[in-house]
């Protein structure tokens, strides 16, 4: 099942002497429970075409459909609500709050769209992150690795169409970027989640199911 359609996506930044073509002309899509890396040097585009994704930024021209749903026919405030349901993010800063506690972090969406918070499910989540002795600690109180699985654990709250995670073991030592990537595979494969991941690191990137290749704003090619 198809669950992510990218058409002929376009972003254009500055005009004339200043114009710089971050993504040209970019189609690929993703199917429900797969796991795709998407690689490239600094610069290539490979973020600019995760924040699109995720509707975080809106395109020069093209389409962008999650789960049938063509994104940038949403005015900003529908495609806000649609990214806080639908989209989980997960960036390589961590962007805890820092007043909140683990628990509180992960079930943020949750209270922003006055949502009833399921205990059962929130003590499985905690057990899957690993972070059940950890569920009333704040931020500056666990490790770096910590403070990652609890911004899954929000990206994975609201059960999520797709998972974005944009270098998120680039802030991170050697064990727990291991331990982040085993994570999501595990994540992947029992809950059966919808997986995109921006990395340099090939090894990484070999975890996943596919690995698409990005230069210059384009896709050169996919292994």
Known sequence: MEILKVENLTKIYGKDTT????????????????????????????????????????????KVYIDGQDIFSFNDDKLAIFRRRQVGLIYQFYNLIPILNVEENITL????????????????????????????????????????????????????????????????????????VALLKKTNKELNETIIIITHNMEIAKCADRIIKIEDGKIVSET
């Not at 993703?30 to 995760?50: N, P, W, Y």
């Not at 399921?118 to 403070?147: A, D, F, I, V, Y």
């Open 109 to 180: 969406p949750l209270a922003l769209d006055n949502r009833e918070i399921n205990k059962e499910t929130l003590n499985e989540m905690l057990k899957l992150l690993g972070l059940e002795k950890r569920r009333n600690h704040l931020p500056n109180e666990l490790s770096g690795g910590q403070q990652q699985r609890t911004s899954i654990g929000r990206a994975l709250i609201t059960n999520p169409t797709i998972i974005l995670a944009d270098e998120p073991t680039g802030n991170l030592d050697s064990k727990a970027s291991d331990e982040i």
């Open 19 to 62: 114009k710089v073509v971050a993504l040209d002309h970019v189609s690929f899509s993703v199917q429900k429970g797969e796991f795709v890396a998407i690689v490239g040097a600094s610069g290539s585009g490979k973020s600019t075409l995760l924040h699109l994704i995720g509707g975080v930024d809106r395109p020069t021209s093209g």
